[in-house]
């Protein structure tokens, strides 16, 4: 506390764990600071460790009870309902964690996987309108775009894995609205090579999973995959990768003839990426 201003400097930063808690606990603090009143946050029965649990924490594992998960992903439903910014961006990072299976355990990434890409989940919606309808804010909008399309990522790779993608990607949606957005994407290689890997990520599991998605992707997008791989060489290793298996997996259904047109257009769609970069 300042001697002569009476002003208190809170300085807070987390450091790791959930994005979500930490706000609570950030708004928790500041209301001590300025208020001196403390607002505890309700534990929920559900969440305690009961003693048939403590045998798992010797590995680090603590099996969820039940009802856990669903709450979890009700409270991320209303955080990105939320008339506050911070709060939506703060789901939308919890959301990208949990569906990582290297960040999650692989029943829990699976279980919000499968509920994230069920045909009517709310969550599902707020993604697809980032990486459609391309509503994000002016200020973070790369990252913001960064966020859907690794959730996206996490939740087709995984289901994919698993086998279990094919009967969720039956919708129309993902070849008419997805599949075309997913290719402007990676006309953003030069710029953004991050989220142009990612939407190479999306195709390539789509195009694995969905003999309509790759029957209907035309040599333009092979010309633009295969350009996208040649920037990913020269600058981003991750997008060379990826831009690869879409390739591959698109070929499996494409002519040789197809893929020799394709090698003579990607010199002027590079051009044109240029210039549109200038």
Same mark, same amino acid.
């Given at each position: 506390?300042?001697?002569?201003?009476?002003?208190?400097?809170?300085?807070?930063?987390?450091?790791?764990?959930?994005?979500?808690?930490?706000?609570?606990?950030?708004?928790?603090?500041?209301?001590?600071?300025?208020?001196?009143?403390?607002?505890?946050?309700?534990?929920?029965?559900?969440?305690?460790?009961?003693?048939?649990?403590?045998?798992?924490?010797?590995?680090?594992?603590?099996?969820?009870?039940?009802?856990?998960?669903?709450?979890?992903?009700?409270?991320?439903?209303?955080?990105?309902?939320?008339?506050?910014?911070?709060?939506?961006?703060?789901?939308?990072?919890?959301?990208?964690?949990?569906?990582?299976?290297?960040?999650?355990?692989?029943?829990?990434? $699976?279980?919000?996987? +499968?509920?994230?890409?069920?045909?009517?989940?709310?969550?599902? &919606?707020?993604? !697809?309108? =980032?990486? %459609? #309808?391309?509503?994000?804010?002016p200020l973070d909008g790369k990252y913001v775009r960064?966020?859907?399309?690794?959730?996206?990522?996490?939740?087709?790779?995984?289901?994919?894995?698993?086998?279990?993608?094919?009967?969720?990607?039956?919708?129309?949606?993902?070849?008419?609205?997805?599949?075309?957005?997913?290719?402007?994407?990676?006309?953003?290689?030069?710029?953004?090579?991050?989220?142009?890997?990612?939407?190479?990520?999306?195709?390539?599991?789509?195009?694995?999973?969905?003999?309509?998605?790759?029957?209907?992707?035309?040599?333009?997008?092979?010309?633009? $995959?295969?350009?996208? +791989?040649?920037?990913?060489?020269?600058?981003?290793?991750?997008? &060379?990768?990826? !831009?690869? =298996?879409? %390739? #591959?997996?698109?070929?499996?259904?494409?002519?040789?003839?197809?893929?020799?047109?394709?090698?003579?257009?990607?010199?002027?769609?590079?051009?044109?990426?240029?210039?549109?970069?200038?």
């Amino acid at each position: 506390q300042g001697e002569t201003q009476g002003t208190i400097d809170v300085d807070m930063r987390r450091m790791s764990g959930s994005s979500m808690i930490f706000q609570e606990e950030y708004r928790a603090i500041m209301s001590a600071a300025k208020f001196g009143e403390i607002w505890p946050r309700e534990k929920l029965e559900c969440l305690k460790i009961t003693p048939s649990d403590k045998q798992y924490r010797n590995n680090g594992y603590i099996p969820l009870q039940d009802g856990v998960l669903e709450q979890t992903l009700l409270s991320f439903k209303n955080k990105l309902c939320s008339d506050y910014h911070d709060e939506r961006m703060l789901a939308l990072e919890e959301i990208a964690s949990v569906t990582n299976p290297e960040h999650s355990y692989d029943e829990t990434a $699976l279980i919000t996987c +499968k509920t994230i890409m069920e045909p009517k989940s709310s969550i599902r &919606e707020y993604v !697809a309108s =980032i990486i %459609v #309808e391309k509503e994000v804010s002016p200020l973070d909008g790369k990252y913001v775009r960064t966020l859907a399309l690794t959730i996206l990522a996490n939740a087709m790779s995984t289901l994919s894995e698993e086998k279990v993608l094919t009967p969720l990607i039956q919708d129309k949606w993902y070849t008419t609205s997805l599949m075309p957005s997913l290719i402007d994407e990676m006309k953003t290689a030069i710029k953004h090579p991050c989220n142009a890997s990612l939407a190479a990520k999306c195709l390539s599991t789509l195009f694995a999973n969905s003999l309509e998605a790759c029957s209907q992707a035309e040599k333009y997008t092979l010309t633009v $995959l295969e350009a996208a +791989k040649e920037v990913g060489k020269a600058s981003y290793t991750n997008l &060379e990768k990826e !831009a690869q =298996i879409a %390739v #591959e997996t698109m070929m499996q259904y494409k002519t040789e003839e197809c893929r020799k047109n394709v090698i003579k257009d990607i010199s002027i769609i590079e051009d044109e990426w240029y210039i549109r970069l200038d």
